[in-house]
């Protein structure tokens, strides 16, 4: 653990009597408060209780809580407050104050609206910064003025080294996701990012897992950072209120049981997750035949393809995302009520990534583990690892009566519900002789 002059942990809170106190107690901008105010949002998450008074004081942050814990506003509020109005930042003008380091293009553009929702009211300016779009929209934004950045390693590099983004009078850095940043190979790039700002920056990293690499960073980088857990040590890898099911399916079989399990009763928004890029063009192709409204996020699709699938099933006009587990890193979607793992995920932490989209900010959530009879060693390692008490699991196919009654699924249940559709935004990516970063 980095030297640090303080670790905070998440204490049990009863609601009754000491509930969380508001944005605007916590010291928040009115401002800002305000603008968070407009959208709902007026108390704080644990993590982000935990974390706002000491970042507001300029104190390094390492903040580690699981997905759908709140943690961009844990960072994103108290940055846009300092940057807004703190004599120890210069006067905005237009040169970035504030970079936020985020590992996928999904998570930039998410992270990105969310602090422009919460900087509304203020004159802060907020630009996203990502590979795979062209240049010129996003030189011409740096060119116009932009106080805080977020954006994708790759890309953020690309300008620096051209000389399009100056990064010498960055006061905050945020690296947001960080395990999954290495994990994806970014280490370099981060470490060329954090020499470029200001030596005396404070740094917030926020992680759901602190492996060695990560420790090492911030041992090496950090100024005796305060380390906040937003939940006890001993908490369970995945998130209580998500109710999970996993079943023996037939490969064969595997799409009758998912048309069956998107008619259960009281099914919203859903993310179906398959292993591949084939297997998620196919699954999405065969269930938007079936005449489900999809969309589908995965490797094969072009930028704008991928962005309009995301769109559509924010926008609610696709119930149904498929994706592979690169792609759909970072989405950041509320009220998804089912998870399903179309096909086993590889190792435990995927599936933890996977079903925490679901379940999230107390909200009840249903995730569903399609294991095929091939892949039974795979579920094995991840129930041993993560205590699930499911090794032995169930034989089901799509016209079982214990399918349906395990996910309340009506007996009209049929493996069609309408006329052929398209899958929304599924446009493949033009080929290119150059690697985009």
């Known amino acids: 653990m980095p030297h640090s002059a303080e670790r ?8 009754a009597q000491t509930p969380a106190p508001t944005f605007s107690q916590l010291g928040v901008a009115a401002e800002i408060a305000e603008a968070l105010a407009q959208r709902g949002i007026v108390r704080p998450f644990s993590i982000q209780e935990l974390t706002l008074p000491r970042a507001l004081m300029g104190r390094d942050i390492i903040g580690q809580a699981r997905t759908g814990m709140g943690k961009t506003l844990g960072f994103g509020v108290p940055l846009l407050d300092r940057v807004f109005d703190d004599a120890d930042i210069e006067e905005l003008d237009g040169t970035p104050r504030a970079m936020v380091v985020v590992p996928t293009r999904e998570l930039a553009v998410q992270v990105g609206e969310d602090l422009a929702h919460a900087a509304s009211l203020t004159p802060v300016r907020v630009a996203t910064i990502y590979g795979g779009t062209p240049y010129e929209d996003q030189i011409a934004a740096l060119h116009d003025g932009v106080d805080v950045i977020v954006g994708t390693p790759g890309r953020l590099i690309d300008l620096y080294e051209r000389g399009d983004l100056t990064l010498s009078a960055v006061a905050i850095l945020v690296l947001d996701e960080a395990d999954e940043m290495l994990d994806m190979g970014f280490l370099p790039d981060i470490e060329k990012l954090w020499a470029a700002v200001r030596q005396d920056a404070q740094t917030m990293l926020f992680s759901a897992t602190m492996p060695g690499t990560i ?3 911030a041992r090496s ?14 908490a369970p890898s995945t998130h209580d209120t998500t109710r999970q099911v996993a079943l023996k399916s037939h490969r064969m079989d595997k799409t009758e049981v998912v048309a069956r399990i998107l008619q259960a009763r009281g099914r919203g928004r859903t993310i179906i997750f398959a292993r591949t890029k084939r297997s998620a063009a196919e699954l999405a192709d065969d269930l938007a035949q079936r005449g489900f409204t999809v969309a589908a996020v995965h490797g094969d699709l072009g930028q704008r393809a991928r962005e309009a699938a995301l769109d559509a099933f924010r926008r609610g006009s696709a119930d149904i995302l498929v994706a592979t587990d690169v792609a759909a890193r970072g989405i950041d979607v509320e009220d998804v009520t089912h998870v399903i793992n179309f096909q086993t995920p590889d190792d435990p932490m995927t599936y933890v990534h996977r079903i925490g989209r679901t379940g999230r900010a107390g909200k009840k959530g249903t995730a569903v583990t399609l294991v095929g009879y091939d892949e039974v060693r795979k579920w094995e390692a991840i129930n ?14 799509s016209t079982s009566p214990e399918l349906r009654a395990a996910l309340n699924i009506p007996d009209s249940a049929t493996e069609r519900v309408g006329h052929p559709r398209k899958v929304l935004g599924a446009r493949p990516a033009k080929p290119s002789g150059r690697k985009r970063r």
Do not use: C, Q, Y
């Not at 041993?384 to 196919?397: K, T, V, Y």
């Open 8 to 15: 905070v942990r998440n204490r049990p809170r009863n609601g």
């Open 215 to 217: 420790l090492t960073l």
């Open 221 to 234: 980088k950090m100024r005796k950072p305060v380390h906040i857990r937003a939940e006890a040590a001993d």
């Open 384 to 397: 041993d690892e993560l205590s699930l008490g499911a090794r032995d699991l169930p034989e089901w196919f």
